[in-house]
């Protein structure tokens, strides 16, 4: 069983940053891949990037290359999305998944095996 625990989020104006923060459970955190998705009102959930098991590899959606960052720290069992540039289009609740399989570039929910609950982003005009 994994538990991860979204924190981080809230209101922030257009052009500000946030930091999310994705803590884990479980000793073998290091070999997992590491994903956060978004879910806009009315709208599905969507990838955001992801972060490979030893942190080397990072991928990013479109919409947000550039502006968004995702590391991580084993040694803590945490993973990180680093939010810059914000955009109102960036207002969504945000979540963190684990691929226990440690695969490389999953974008699909369905390569993911647990979620955390959520954190809400608010970006303002």
């Known amino acids: 069983q994994v538990q991860l625990v979204e924190s981080g989020g809230g209101l922030v104006q257009a052009g500000g940053s946030l930091r999310l923060s994705c803590a884990a459970s479980?000793?073998?955190?290091?070999?997992?891949?590491m994903g956060w998705f978004r879910q806009a009102p009315g709208k599905e959930r969507e990838f955001v990037g992801s972060?490979?098991?030893?942190?080397?590899?990072?991928y990013y959606a479109d919409s947000v290359k550039g502006r968004f960052t995702i590391s991580r720290v084993n040694a803590k069992n945490t993973v990180y999305l680093q939010m810059n540039s914000l955009k109102p289009e960036d207002t969504a609740v945000y979540y963190c998944?684990?691929?226990?399989?440690?695969?490389?570039?999953?974008?699909?929910?369905?390569?993911?095996?647990?979620w955390g609950q959520g954190t809400q982003v608010t970006v303002s005009s």
């Open positions: 479980g000793r073998t955190f290091s070999d997992y891949t």
């Open positions: 972060i490979s098991w030893s942190g080397w590899r990072t």
């Open positions: 998944a684990a691929d226990l399989f440690g695969r490389d570039n999953t974008r699909r929910e369905g390569g993911y095996d647990y």
